[in-house]
C-alpha cells in the first residue's frame, strides 16, 4: 500500500489519508458516545446503583 501510494497522482494518498483519520475519530467519538451496558449471564442489563 505504501509503495502504491507513491505512483498514483497526489489526491489519491490524501483521500485515503483523510478519510483513514476521518474513520478513527468517528469510531472514537460512537465508543464515547454509545457506550454497553453491563449485563450479567443471563443478558439481563445490570443497573447502576
Known amino acids: 500500500m505504501g ?3 507513491f505512483t ?8 485515503w489519508t483523510v478519510g483513514g483519520l476521518f474513520l478513527i475519530v468517528q ?3 460512537s ?3 454509545y457506550k454497553s451496558k453491563p449485563v450479567n449471564k ?7 446503583k
Open 3 to 5: 509503495f502504491f501510494s
Open 27 to 29: 469510531t472514537l467519538l
Open 42 to 48: 443471563n443478558n439481563e442489563i445490570v443497573s447502576e
Open 31 to 33: 465508543k464515547a458516545i
Open 8 to 15: 498514483v497522482p497526489a489526491a489519491l494518498p490524501l483521500y
